[in-house]
C-alpha cells in the first residue's frame, strides 16, 4: 500500500515545525526535536544548561530556532525535563528510559553531529575561562590581545589587528577551537 505521507527512509512527511534555517537531513518534526533534546541531554558528561541547546541545534541547521525553544518548553513543562535553579537540564526516569527506543527514530548522523556540536560548544567555555581575550577598538578595527594561561602562569599572550567587528569575532572563535595547537605551533616555529 502506498501511502503519500510516507517517505523511503521510514519517516513521515507530516512536518509541524518551521523548515527556515534546517539543512538538508535537519529535523521538521516537534516529537524528533523532543527526542533528540533529550539525546544530548543523556550522552553529554558534562551538565547541558537550557541556554545551550538552541545553540546547538542551530551550529549545523539541525532544526528551526523557534521549534527547538517552543520543544525544550514542552519537555520542561511536562515534565520529562528538569531544570535546575542554575539552568542545567535533566532527564527524569520516565523520559529516560523512553529515551532508548524513541533514539532509533532520530538518523545516526544527526545524533552525531549534535552530540559533536554540543561538545565542541562546552570545549569552547571551558577555554574561554581558561583565555582572556581583551578587545581594543581602534578608530580603524581593533586589537585582539588573546592570554592563555596555566593556572596563574601566562603561557602566551599575543595581539592581533581585525579589520572590523565581524574579523573580530571570526579570530576569536578559530582561536577559542584549539588554543593549545596554536600554542604549540607557535612554540615549535620559534624554537626549530
Known sequence: MSDTNEKTNGFSD?????SEG?????LRNTAQ?????????????TPVKQEKIGEIFQLHGLANYFAVSEA??????????????????????????ALFELEKEIPRSVREKAL????????IERRKAETRIDTEYLEKGANITFTLMNGDEILMKLTVYAADENQADSIKNNYLKDPAGLYAGI????FV
Open 72 to 97: 525544550l518548553e514542552e519537555l520542561i513543562s511536562s515534565g520529562s525535563l528538569r531544570c535546575g535553579s542554575d539552568g542545567v537540564l535533566s532527564l527524569t526516569p520516565e523520559s529516560l528510559s
Open 187 to 190: 612554540v615549535s616555529k620559534l
Open 33 to 45: 526535536i523532543k527526542t533528540l533534546i533529550c539525546y544530548i541531554v543523556n550522552k553529554m558528561n
Open 116 to 123: 559533536g556540536d554540543a561538545v565542541m560548544l562546552e570545549t
Open 14 to 18: 507530516n512536518y509541524d515545525t518551521f
Open 22 to 26: 534546517v539543512e538538508l537531513g535537519g
